[in-house]
């Protein structure tokens, strides 16, 4: 697995379900991977506390991760592989195409319970750390 290991909404949102603390779970492995957000990632997340805390919370707690930007060029690349996935018949939507263009552009695995990641070439997906 790639060192560098951007964590997607499905994560997050998961654990939180589960009532444990997503970050607890980070930090352990921090000494073995570089963890990283986007802002995509960080508005779905957001979006969906409505506990004031738990917002704060992860406020706080994505503030530490690496952030990977979009420029223009990852659009640009996001809606290549739309056009490209769309043609071969894996419609994905936009959000995660940039996503996983952020990924791709930074050598990062792509940490998510979403299994229509796995169908966008090149991507490295896991759905745990081992």
């Not at 990632?41 to 969906?48: D, P, Y």
């Amino acid at each position: 697995m790639s060192k560098l290991v951007l964590v997607d909404s499905s994560y997050w949102i998961r654990l939180v379900a589960r009532h444990g603390d997503p970050f607890d779970e980070l930090e352990a492995r921090g000494d073995e991977f570089d963890f990283a957000i986007n802002g995509i990632i960080w508005a779905e997340v957001i979006r969906g506390r409505s506990d004031p805390a738990i917002r704060e919370r992860f406020e706080e707690g994505f503030s530490t991760l690496v952030f990977l930007n979009l420029t223009a060029g990852s659009w640009r690349r996001a809606a290549k592989l739309a056009w490209q996935l769309d043609r071969a018949g894996h419609v994905i939507g936009l959000p995660d195409l940039a996503i996983a263009t952020s990924a791709l552009e930074n050598d990062a695995a792509v940490l998510t319970f979403d299994r229509h990641f796995q169908s966008i070439p090149g991507l490295n997906v896991v759905d745990d750390l081992d």
